[in-house]
Antibody, heavy 120, light 111 residues
Framework: EVQLVESGGGLVKPGGSLRLSCAASGFTFSNFPMTWVRQAPGKGLEWLTVISDGGIDTYYADSVKGRFTISRDNSKNTLFLQMDSLKAEDTAVYYC?????????????WGKGTTVTVSS | QSVLTQPPSVSGAPGQRVTISCTGSYSNIGANYDVHWYQQLPGAAPKLLIYVDDNRPSGVPDRFSASKSGTSASLAITGLQPEDEADYYCQSYDTSLSASVFGGGTKLTVL
């Protein structure tokens, strides 16, 4: 079964850091780009970042550029999102998703999400 | 304000046909970038519904279809069923932003 499982969410103070993980199974992880998308409470989906299959190319939304870093460990089938300088507006459910291509592609497998709350 | 504009809500009775529009610009849909659609049931993660303009993943009923013209795209659902009640999102790529973009989402209510 193709599956993505996020972890690492929680409560963090403004200015703090958090590292999210996404464990993949059921497909050849190293063959596909991967992406992070978030959804603030009661709001729509917001694309955040994508990483190429080999991990060389990365792209970010302006809202997180310079604060968030996407990475992957293909030997462990795991995707990461390092989040620094967190703000209240980063409070959201964070989803990882398998991507068809790096830039214009669709997201055909999604995890259930992990919740990040930024509050003092 | 989303780069892709969707109506906040649509509704229809069981068995009816509804459409959801997704209006972009010449830097995204109008530049002929692919449009994809997602369904998000209440309390669940999004699910891919339509990819590359009008292709359905395995398991998605053919009651769901999509089209694209100019700077807009639309999702059509025929034979509306109670289980179709969900939020629907369009997604494309914007060359000005060099980023993937989502529509603001449309809540479908089955009356």
């Amino acid at each position: 079964e193709v599956q993505l499982v996020e972890s690492g969410g929680g409560l963090v103070k403004p200015g703090g850091s958090l590292r999210l993980s996404c464990a993949a199974s059921g497909f050849t992880f190293s063959n596909f780009p991967m992406t992070w998308v978030r959804q603030a409470p009661g709001k729509g989906l917001e694309w955040l970042t994508v990483i190429s299959d080999g991990g060389i190319d990365t792209y970010y939304a302006d809202s997180v550029k310079g604060r968030f870093t996407i990475s992957r460990d293909n030997s462990k089938n795991t995707l990461f999102l390092q989040m620094d300088s967190l703000k209240a507006e980063d409070t959201a459910v964070y989803y990882c998703a398998k991507r068809s291509t790096v830039t214009v592609g669709y997201m055909d497998v999604w995890g259930k999400g992990t919740t990040v709350t930024v509050s003092s | 304000q989303s780069v892709l504009t969707q109506p906040p809500s649509v509704s229809g009775a069981p068995g009816q046909r509804v459409t959801i529009s997704c209006t972009g610009s010449y830097s995204n849909i109008g530049a002929n970038y692919d449009v994809h659609w997602y369904q998000q049931l209440p309390g669940a993660a999004p699910k891919l519904l339509i990819y590359v303009d009008d292709n359905r993943p395995s398991g998605v009923p053919d009651r769901f279809s999509a089209s694209k013209s100019g700077t807009s795209a639309s999702l059509a659902i025929t034979g509306l069923q109670p289980e179709d009640e969900a939020d629907y999102y369009c997604q494309s790529y914007d060359t000005s932003l060099s980023a993937s973009v989502f529509g603001g989402g449309t809540k479908l209510t089955v009356l």
